[in-house]
């Protein structure tokens, strides 16, 4: 039996387990979700730990009796007195279209459902799923409905899968990069701010530094332009683009700034995209065929309204920056620039430690601009890209975003979770809608074909996934600290200062630690602080002009020159490089 179709079975089960021990309830949705499924109910009493492992022990009891699942089909009218009761599912009736409504019947329970369901509940395992933990969760997502309870459970097949993922759960609970984060000082979002809004601490600052230096580098010698642009436009920018009409959800309100000046005749709009701003600096001045392909980067911050209940660390968040990337080229470049872009992605996601992924080719979304025609063209220029590298993919269908299909990479971590980053998508709409030109060889004005890429995509969230894939322990090249100066008393504070400045001035992110503490304290503190390299320093290291070393992660000691030691270590950052 296929495990998405139990996992949705489980989910009306849960819904029958919480309607006979609450029969006041009322009943959200409950669709199967990626390891598990969920149900929302509208409930007044609060569903506790306590009452999870209730419902869970009411769900077994329903399984083992058996249950069967049986569909039916029903008119609308019919519909709605079957679920009278139910204010949640008279809101979804009255939205289905005229025409027969698919539900589903267990002995007394009926509930709203395509399917598919097990013929019966002898075909799931008792011990393979879990009830873990109760949300918030608006009805439909919006602010402005009721807040219901959200139950989400997980299931498997079997029992050592359900043990195996829960294992893995309790590891990725202690690598939560906000935790890391904390541990580590390196950010922290402020509630005085706003939520989804971080501020780095110098050493989150410089990690995220050494991060965009390093790509800027890459994309440069990869023959990308560098350029910049302002965090806001006038709004009628992205009535041109189209964000207003298709994107308006996730971007923020207008600034009314007539409502300040009489002398302000426009609205303003914070940016959620950098794509238009390149675009019009593409236009400042004529194209030829000879300046294609010309691609321009931006580590551009965006803005973005992210509902208060999806916001998490830095993974999702209101404002951060992009990678971003544009290019344009003519028609017989598109397949060229697709693989170079698909290849250079992989190549960078190894250099940070990313070896395993997913691929996805996203086709058209219900919401888009431009003929079909010109999607097809593009889907298939990106299908082909994926497959000149003989590269396995899956279809993610009604993917793409309003203005053109996509290449996704999800990048696997040392848990083997995967994170949405790397995306890589082909425009054939902006360029209309901006009226974008180049003179090909025979003088006649052409359109050029614009692809959009992201290959950290937020840096933001890739920092998150690096700190829980490698648990904070980042590889020497991207910590903040690379080596921390200890000297063992005040005696010798000046001479650790010097030895610090010294390994500054040889490009080595050196810092002491001249604090009141004991020698012990401060050596733990460096390994709490998962620096590298703790290079402590007395009378002893002073006569043989050298300094005792721990490095991270071992717990010998050595002793050497302060010229082997920084030869050491930039033989270490190479190796990642």
């Not at 996992?7 to 387990?17: G, P, Q, T």
């Not at 698909?342 to 997913?358: M, N, P, S």
């Not at 690096?466 to 063992?488: C, F, K, M, R, T």
């Not at 992660?553 to 920084?566: C, D, F, H, P, T």
Request: net charge positive; hydrophobic share 35%.
């Amino acid at each position: 039996m296929n495990i998405e179709t139990i996992r949705h079975s489980l989910a009306h089960i849960l819904a029958m387990a919480v309607k006979e021990l609450y029969p006041e309830v009322k009943l959200g949705i409950g669709p199967a979700i990626e390891n598990g499924f969920y149900y929302d109910f509208d409930l007044r009493e609060k569903i506790t730990p306590e009452a999870l492992l209730k419902i869970e022990e009411k769900m077994r009891k329903i399984i083992l009796q058996p249950t069967s699942f049986k569909k039916e089909l029903s008119t609308k009218t019919e519909a709605q007195k079957l679920f009278k009761e139910e204010l949640y599912k008279l809101q979804i009736i009255k939205e289905i279209p005229e025409g027969e409504i698919s539900l589903y019947r267990s002995d007394n329970f009926i509930d709203l459902c395509h399917g598919p369901h097990v013929d019966s509940s002898k075909e799931i395992s008792l011990d393979a799923f879990k009830l873990t933990r109760v949300a918030g969760a608006y009805w439909k997502g919006s602010e402005n409905n009721p807040m219901l309870q959200r139950v989400y459970g997980v299931a498997f097949k079997t029992n050592k899968e359900l043990e195996e993922y829960l294992q893995g759960q309790i590891e990725a609970k202690k690598r939560d990069h906000r935790l890391i984060g904390q541990k580590l000082d390196l950010f922290h979002a402020d509630e005085k701010i706003g939520p989804g809004l971080i501020l780095w601490h110098p050493k989150g600052a410089q990690l995220k530094k050494t991060i965009q230096d390093f790509v800027i580098d890459e994309y440069q010698k990869h023959g990308y332009q560098l350029v910049d642009t302002p965090h806001i436009a006038k709004l009628n920018l992205w009535e041109t683009s189209g964000h207003t009409g298709f994107y308006k959800e996730n971007m923020f309100p207008p600034m009314h700034l007539k409502e300040i000046s009489d002398k302000e005749k426009d609205d303003y709009q914070l940016k959620p995209m950098n794509c238009p701003f390149h675009i019009l600096i593409y236009k400042a001045h004529s194209k030829s065929y000879r300046d294609l392909p010309l691609r321009y980067t931006e580590l551009g911050t965006v803005y973005r309204y992210e509902k208060s209940g999806v916001l998490h660390g830095l993974t999702r968040v209101r404002g951060f920056t992009q990678d971003d990337a544009h290019i344009w080229c003519a028609p017989s470049q598109l397949k060229n620039e697709l693989s170079q872009v698909l290849r250079f992605a992989l190549e960078l996601l190894k250099t940070f430690g990313f070896k395993d992924y997913q691929i996805y080719l996203s086709t058209r979304p219900a919401k888009y601009i431009g003929s079909e025609k010109i999607w097809e063209k593009s889907t298939q220029s990106l299908k082909e890209a994926i497959e000149k590298l003989n590269i396995p993919y899956e279809i993610d269908e009604e993917g793409g975003v309003f203005y053109g299909p996509k290449i996704d990479i999800k990048i696997k971590d040392s848990l083997g979770r995967a994170w949405q980053c790397t995306t890589i998508q082909v425009d054939f709409n902006l360029p209309e809608r901006f009226d974008m030109t180049y003179v090909d060889s025979q003088g006649k004005k052409e359109r050029p074909i614009m692809i959009h890429r992201a290959l950290l995509g937020s840096v933001e969230r890739f920092i998150g996934v690096l700190l829980e894939h490698y648990n904070g322990d980042l590889p020497i090249w991207l910590s903040p600290i690379q080596a921390l100066i200890i000297p063992v008393s005040q005696k010798y504070d000046k001479e650790a200062k010097e030895i610090n400045e010294y390994f500054v001035a040889q490009g080595i992110r050196a810092q002491i630690d001249s604090g009141n503490k004991t020698i012990g304290k401060k050596i733990r503190s460096g390994e709490e602080m998962k620096i590298p390299y703790i290079l402590v320093f007395g009378q002893k290291e002073k006569e043989k002009d050298q300094l005792t070393v721990r490095k991270r992660g071992q717990k010998e000691l050595v002793s050497l020159a302060r010229q082997n030691i920084i030869q050491e270590i930039k033989e270490q950052i190479k190796k990642f490089q």
